[in-house]
């Protein structure tokens, strides 16, 4: 998962991300048409922008680098 922050105010909480999602899922439709949507599958996303929710702008978003895991030592 990715993690965002703005470099203009220091948000890294709020958001708005817009995205395409390629997916696959099997729709069972009842015999009085309704439809339900099962078994859905994600095949691809690209995200396309992520501004600042708070300044409202992508001009400052940037993508932070993931820190690895730290174990405890019980010694």
Do not use: Q
């Amino acid at each position: 998962m990715r993690r965002y922050r703005c470099s203009n105010c220091g948000n890294v909480t709020r958001f708005d991300v817009t995205s395409v999602v390629r997916s696959r899922c099997f729709y069972h439709y009842s015999v009085a048409g309704d439809l339900e949507i099962e078994e859905p599958e994600e095949i691809s996303r690209v995200v396309e922008e992520v501004s600042c929710r708070w300044c409202a702008t992508p001009k400052f978003v940037e993508i932070l680098t993931e820190e690895p895991e730290h174990s405890v030592s019980g010694a």
